[in-house]
C-alpha cells in the first residue's frame, strides 16, 4: 500500500514536504505520481516522476513544487514552495506503469494513498 504524510496547516508563502512510502508488498511500477483534489472540484495532476529520472509537473505547481525519489526506500517526497490559498487540498500520492500519454492522468495509476490535506492560509 501506499502511506502519504507531511500534510498540515501553513501560511500563505510557506512550506510542505509531503512524503509518500511504498510498503507492504512488491508494487509492479515505474512511476509515482501527486494528485490533489479540492472540495467540489476533480481530481487533478500536480508532478510525477519515472524511475528513468523524468519529472513533470502541472502549470501551476512548475517552479514551486519539486519531486524526488528515494529508491532505496521506496518513498517519493514533494516539496512545495511558496504555497498560495490555491493549493489548498487534498493530495494523493499514486503508483502505477504509466505511459507518456497517461503520467498526468489518473487511469496511469493503479495504486492510491489515503491522502493528506494541505491547508494554506491567506
Given at each position: 500500500?501506499?502511506?502519504?504524510?507531511?500534510?498540515?496547516?501553513?501560511?500563505?508563502?510557506?512550506s510542505?514536504?509531503?512524503?509518500?512510502?511504498?510498503?507492504?508488498?512488491?508494487?509492479?511500477?515505474?512511476?509515482?505520481?501527486?494528485?490533489r483534489?479540492?472540495?467540489?472540484?476533480?481530481?487533478?495532476?500536480?508532478?510525477a516522476?519515472?524511475?528513468?529520472g523524468?519529472?513533470?509537473?502541472?502549470d501551476?505547481v512548475?517552479?514551486?513544487?519539486?519531486?524526488?525519489?528515494?529508491?532505496?526506500?521506496?518513498t517519493?517526497?514533494?516539496?512545495?514552495?511558496s504555497?498560495?490559498?490555491?493549493?489548498?487540498?487534498?493530495?494523493?500520492c499514486?503508483?502505477?506503469?504509466?505511459?507518456?500519454?497517461?503520467m498526468?492522468?489518473?487511469?496511469?495509476?493503479?495504486?492510491?494513498?489515503?491522502?493528506?490535506?494541505?491547508?494554506?492560509?491567506?
Amino acid at each position: 500500500q501506499l502511506q502519504a504524510s507531511g500534510g498540515g496547516l501553513v501560511q500563505a508563502g510557506g512550506s510542505l514536504r509531503l512524503s509518500c512510502a511504498a510498503s507492504g508488498g512488491s508494487f509492479d511500477i515505474n512511476g509515482m505520481g501527486w494528485f490533489r483534489q479540492a472540495p467540489g472540484l476533480e481530481r487533478e495532476f500536480v508532478a510525477a516522476t519515472r524511475w528513468t529520472g523524468h519529472t513533470y509537473y502541472s502549470d501551476s505547481v512548475k517552479g514551486r513544487f519539486t519531486i524526488s525519489r528515494d529508491s532505496a526506500k521506496n518513498t517519493v517526497f514533494l516539496q512545495m514552495n511558496s504555497l498560495k490559498p490555491d493549493d489548498t487540498a487534498v493530495y494523493y500520492c499514486a503508483g502505477g506503469r504509466p505511459i507518456i500519454s497517461t503520467m498526468t492522468k489518473t487511469v496511469g495509476y493503479n495504486y492510491w494513498g489515503q491522502g493528506t490535506q494541505v491547508t494554506v492560509s491567506s
